[in-house]
């Protein structure tokens, strides 16, 4: 998290489970840096809990649309990867001579 206030450089990795390599990593939160997430949601919440509705509707739609695309992103990638067929190889018979 950007500005986390827990000293330390604790790190989080996930594992691609095929290659086995690192995949990413990641800041491992600790306290601190849950109360420091949960202080900033306090914070949004004050202007949040004043928005009339129509502002609302507007963020939680547009909120919408963006994971809308994600998920068509991903679940197209996904398919694209569950409908690959490998090419198949030729064979290792020898080939027919044509009749004649």
């Not at 939680?60 to 067929?85: P, S």
């Not at 030729?90 to 004649?100: E, F, N, R, V």
């Amino acid at each position: 998290m950007e500005g986390a206030a827990e000293a330390g450089s604790a790190m989080f990795e996930r594992i691609d489970p095929i290659t086995g390599a690192v995949a990413s990593r990641s800041k491992a939160f600790g306290v601190a840096d849950a109360q420091q997430v949960a202080d900033r949601a306090a914070e949004a919440f004050a202007t949040w809990s004043t928005t009339g509705p129509n502002a609302r509707r507007a963020m939680l739609g547009a909120a919408r649309q963006n994971a809308r695309g994600i998920y068509r992103y991903t679940h197209g990638a996904i398919r694209q990867l569950a409908d690959f067929k490998p090419v198949q190889t030729l064979s290792a018979q020898p080939a027919k001579k044509p009749p004649g």
